[in-house]
């Protein structure tokens, strides 16, 4: 049974950073995207990033490039998101997905199919 579980999640200030974690299971992150998205309080779900680690291939919103990066270890099945310079408009929920077909990436969620909980980040001062 694919599982995708984030955590990491958190208080921090502005300015400051956070890694989250996306612990993935029952797929190959050699041929699966797993993609960050985050909604805020009365806004719509934004892709955040996504990696295929098979390839290498990531890509990024224009609001969090040159701040957030992501990354994967395929020996851990995990997907990381490291954020820095946050800002409170980061402030969300944040889930990590896995894409429903092979090779596929991107940031539109309606290409991803399984889902995780979802971790709370709150940049404030």
């Known amino acids: 049974q694919v599982q995708l579980v984030e955590s990491g999640g958190g208080l921090v200030q502005p300015g400051g950073s956070l890694r989250l974690s996306c612990a993935t299971s029952?797929?190959?992150?050699?041929?699966?995207?797993v993609g960050w998205f985050r909604q805020a309080p009365g806004k719509e779900r934004e892709g955040v990033s996504s990696?295929?680690?098979?390839?290498?291939?990531?890509s990024y919103a224009d609001s969090v490039k040159g701040r957030f990066a992501i990354s994967a270890d395929r020996a851990k099945s995990t997907v990381y998101l490291q954020m820095n310079s946050l800002k409170p408009e980061d402030t969300a929920v944040y889930y990590c997905?896995?894409?429903?077909?092979?090779?596929?990436?991107?940031?539109?969620?309606?290409?991803?199919?399984?889902w995780g909980q979802g971790t709370q980040v709150t940049v404030s001062s």
């Open positions: 990696i295929m680690a098979g390839t290498g291939f990531t």
């Open positions: 029952a797929f190959s992150l050699d041929y699966y995207a």
């Open positions: 997905a896995k894409s429903a077909a092979e090779w596929e990436y991107g940031l539109d969620g309606r290409n991803f199919d399984s």
